[in-house]
Structures are given as C-alpha cells and as structure tokens.
C-alpha cells in the first residue's frame, strides 16, 4: 500500500519559515519524481516545486529563492523548505509521486497570516 504523509503545515507569520516533510512508504522512492503542489481556497491546485530522481529542481516562479525542495533516499521523504513567507503562500500543501503511476499524499495546512 502506498503512502505519502505531509507534515509541517502550521500557522506563521508573514516573514516566516516553515519546513514541510513528506514519508513515503511503498514505493521505490529513489526512482519517483517528487513534487509540492499547493491549492488555495477558489483556486486550482499548482506545482510549486518538483525534484527529478537525478536531483534537477524545478520552481514556480512565485516561489524561486525563497523556497527550496530536497530529497533525502535513505529516509524516503521530500522536503520543502520555505522561507520569507507571504500570505498568498497560504494553501494545502500536498506531496506527489510520480513514475509510471501518480501518488498523493492527503495534504497539510499552511497558513500565513499575522
């Protein structure tokens, strides 16, 4: 059975730095592309940031040079590191695995508010 679990989300400033991790279980990790996807409330669900299996990342562009994915195989989890956050970063927060077949992960909250 496969599993992605978020964590992480929390409620910060405007400013702030949160680091979301995702576990993944029954896959083989090292060979997925694992992405952050985020969805705001009356918004559609966007890639934030994606790690290949070889390490080339990828960003959105509202989120390049505060935000930085990471991967670490012996562990099986993804990190997202996001620094100088803004309200408008303030969604679900949700992990993808994608190889041949696509995984999600059930999502964590994060919102930046003062």
């Known amino acids: 059975q496969v599993q992605l679990v978020e964590s992480g989300g929390d409620l910060v400033q405007p400013g702030g730095s949160l680091r979301l991790s995702c576990a993944a279980s029954?896959?083989?990790?090292?060979?997925?592309?694992m992405s952050w996807y985020r969805q705001a409330p009356g918004k559609q669900r966007e890639l934030v940031a994606r790690i290949t299996a070889g390490g080339s990342r990828t960003y959105a562009d509202s989120v390049k040079g505060r935000f930085t994915i990471s991967r670490d195989n012996a562990k099986d989890t993804v990190y997202l590191q996001m620094n100088s956050l803004k309200p408008e970063d303030t969604a679900v927060y949700y992990c993808?695995?994608?190889?041949?077949?696509?995984?999600w992960g059930q999502g964590t909250q994060v919102t930046v508010s003062s």
């Open positions: 993808n695995a994608q190889q041949i077949t696509t995984y």
């Open positions: 029954g896959i083989a990790f090292s060979l997925y592309a």
